[in-house]
């Protein structure tokens, strides 16, 4: 029986991940060395048995009609999946895969790196030493004074696993209180001390607000113009989300005008961010190129759970006698 064939839309996925899906199929992969162009990526598919992209890859019912019946899954080198059309998809049959759970703590790291990066001015601070801007007199009392954990509200929209993590990590920070958007209570979330809220209450009250949640219709400038002026004038919101999460022009105009205290992003809308938008040049903000989940364990964990989802469809779903590895 010839191996059908996956398509891989990088070829500096995790190398073992690679492999263990060698042994299965037929690996097609594109090998530039910038993001695959659409067109390219249309006629690659063509025939696929799966796809294995990253969250850089629009997947939609084009993709799926162009590739045709061969196509069972598409698998998400992500745990977030809004590159997908997740009905179209669906609609054909086409199973999708993701990869969560092995990314929770590494992007949580992020969220707190961030939060603490910003609350205590790091960009200045790093922008000072390099400068050679530290001097003698350089000290007063309060000299590069930021704002601390101790006894501030903290706010958690979304309390999936990420969100959970991230207020398991900051709860020892002495927290006054922990807020957190979920759709449901979760004893989880009580466990911890936490106080169910609306998205509103939490801005509202927050000295720190994180954004865990995914990207959907629902959620898209969940953090608004309206919402971002009720914050508090320190707030620091923290996104490790997605950037469609805040709308960015009225986050950006907030900050400029000094309304809130400051943000954290890992995560813009558009991204790459501009060159030239003001978000990059702001003392208050700190933004990482959307790295949440790049350790090398998450990385290589994504891949090999990437891999496996494929094989999964194949040996459960598509062709039951084979044995699932
Ligand atoms: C994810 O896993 O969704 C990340 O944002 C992409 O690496």
Redo the contacts with the bound molecule.
């Keep these: 029986m010839t191996k059908p064939v996956v398509f891989i839309t990088r070829n500096d996925f995790p190398q073992p991940a690679i492999q263990l899906l060698g042994k299965y199929f037929t690996l097609k992969c594109w090998q530039g060395e910038k993001n695959i162009p659409r067109e390219t990526f249309l006629e690659c598919v063509k025939g696929a048995f799966a796809i294995m992209c990253s969250?850089h890859v629009h997947v939609d019912g084009e993709v799926a009609d162009v590739a045709g019946e061969s196509l069972k899954v598409v698998s998400c080198f992500?745990?977030?999946y809004d590159h997908l059309q997740v009905d179209e998809l669906r609609k054909r049959g086409i199973r999708m895969g993701y990869?969560p759970g092995v990314?929770t703590e590494a992007t949580a790291e992020t969220a707190v790196t961030l939060l603490l990066a910003t609350a205590r001015r790091l960009n200045e601070c790093y922008t000072i030493v390099r400068n050679n801007q530290w001097t003698a007199d350089s000290w007063h009392p309060f000299y590069l004074a930021g704002q601390g954990l101790e006894g501030a509200t903290v706010g958690v929209i979304g309390l999936g696993r990420i969100g959970l993590s991230v207020a398991k990590k900051l709860v020892p920070f002495n927290i006054k209180r922990l807020l957190y958007y979920s759709r449901s209570e979760k004893p989880e979330g009580a466990a911890l001390g936490g106080e169910l809220k609306s998205v509103d209450e939490i801005v509202k009250e927050s000295d720190f607000i994180v954004l865990t949640v995914a990207l959907n219709a629902e959620t898209r400038h969940i953090i608004n113009k309206e919402r971002i002026n009720s914050m508090k004038p320190n707030a620091i919101i923290v996104n490790i989300g997605r950037g469609g999460l805040i709308d960015q022009r009225a986050l950006t105009e907030a900050l400029l005008n000094k309304k809130i205290g400051g943000a954290g992003l890992d995560?813009t809308d558009p991204e790459p961010i501009e060159p030239n938008d003001p978000l990059t040049t702001m003392d208050n903000v700190v933004i990482s190129p959307?790295i949440?989940?790049s350790t090398f364990v998450s990385r290589n964990a994504?891949g090999d759970l990437a891999a496996r989802n494929i094989i999964a469809v194949f040996t459960v779903k598509c062709w039951p006698e084979e044995k699932p590895i």
């Design positions: 969250h992500s745990v977030g990869t990314l995560v959307h949440g989940s994504m």
